[in-house]
């Protein structure tokens, strides 16, 4: 079974701040999942990346495969940006997923 | 966005009744998926479908069962519903195997 912890678990931040969200899991992996649920509960993909790194705007996904490990950035935080990251992994079939129980991140003007 | 539509979106039943959550999509995708979203745990899988008739259990499946007689519908059903199964419901679509997951609307599904 692969594990998959996120922190910090809570975050509020300041609009313009620079923010990290922290995944680490416990299996060897094909790629990773970063995922975002809005307030009103609707979940969108936001990246999937099995090396490197990845940027869509001001979010930046990061993965280091021999550490197990995987960092979400935001740059220049705004308002619209509070919401839950959630991290997930393949399972070692592939075609399942293991969600970590997600970041909630708050973002004050 | 993905043509994703879960229906229906809110539902009060009882316990004991009969409760079927339809999943429809219009991108083709081989791939779909039923969680349940509860506070404190991640997305936990239910059931899932690789293709037309084919399906198989997630890590909680006890209590449901699915079904999938065309590629774009799969529903889930709860036999008999219990206040345990007091959730919100996702249903997730994948074009293949290792791919990105999009995700329906939700169900927010009361059972008293």
């Known amino acids: 079974k692969n594990e998959v912890e996120q922190s910090p678990q809570n975050l509020t931040a300041q609009e313009g701040e620079f923010i990290t969200i922290n995944c680490s899991y416990s299996v060897g992996i094909s790629a990773l999942h970063w995922l975002q649920q809005h307030p009103g509960g609707g979940i969108v993909s936001l990246f999937m990346?099995?090396?490197g790194k990845k940027k869509h705007g001001r979010l930046i996904a990061t993965i280091n495969i021999q550490e197990k490990h995987s960092s979400l950035h935001i740059t220049a935080s705004h308002p619209r940006d509070s919401a839950v990251y959630i991290c997930a992994v393949p399972k070692s079939s592939g075609d399942k997923l293991t969600f970590g129980t997600g970041t909630r991140l708050a973002v004050r003007p | 966005d993905a043509g994703i539509t879960q229906s229906p979106r809110h539902k009060v039943t009882e316990t004991g009744t009969p409760v079927t959550l339809r999943c429809h999509q219009t991108e083709n995708h081989r791939y779909m998926y039923w969680y349940r979203q509860d506070p404190g745990h991640g997305l936990r899988l239910i059931h899932y479908?690789?293709?037309?008739?084919?399906?198989d259990k997630g890590e909680v499946s006890d209590g449901y069962s699915v079904s999938r007689s065309k590629t774009e519908d799969f529903l889930l059903t709860l036999e008999s519903a219990t206040s345990s199964q007091t959730s919100v419901y996702f249903c997730?679509?994948?074009?293949?195997?290792?791919?990105?997951?999009?995700f329906g609307p939700g169900t927010r599904l009361t059972v008293t």
């Open positions: 479908s690789y293709g037309v008739k084919d399906t």
């Open positions: 997730a679509i994948s074009r293949d195997r290792v791919h990105e997951q999009y």
């Open positions: 990346l099995s090396s």
